[in-house]
């Protein structure tokens, strides 16, 4: 079992910058990657941004590429995503998983075995 839990969310103004924060517990030596989805209201979960736990190599959803910024620091089991230029569509609960050795593509939540509870962003106009 992997724990994950997500921080760093709250009410910011457009334009503004957060950085969220997933600490990884439990067995984490099996994690392949790591990834960040997020949901709007009524809306279906969305992937952002991927990162492989070992070579941090990374992925992001066309909407976000260019003001994401998806990192990971392996000895505090710590992955990171930075927001800049945030945009009231960045409203959203945010939820970083985890997933083991897996053909599914890092886009797809089907690849993620654990999920955090999730971090409120929201974003004012």
């Known amino acids: 079992q992997v724990q994950l839990v997500e921080s760093g969310g709250g009410l910011v103004q457009a334009g503004g910058s957060l950085r969220l924060s997933c600490a990884a517990s439990?067995?984490?030596?099996?994690?392949?990657?790591m990834g960040w989805f997020r949901q709007a209201p009524g809306k279906e979960r969305e992937f952002v941004a991927t990162?492989?736990?070992?070579?941090?190599?990374?992925y992001y959803a066309e909407a976000v590429k260019g003001r994401f910024t998806v990192s990971r620091d392996n000895a505090k089991n710590t992955v990171y995503l930075q927001i800049n230029s945030l945009k009231p569509e960045d409203t959203a609960v945010y939820y970083c998983?985890?997933?083991?050795?897996?053909?599914?593509?890092?886009?797809?939540?089907?690849?993620?075995?654990?999920w955090g509870q999730g971090t409120q962003v929201t974003v004012s106009s």
């Open positions: 439990g067995r984490t030596s099996s994690t392949y990657r």
């Open positions: 990162i492989n736990w070992s070579s941090g190599s990374t």
């Open positions: 998983a985890a997933g083991g050795l897996s053909y599914r593509p890092g886009r797809l939540a089907s690849a993620y075995d654990y």
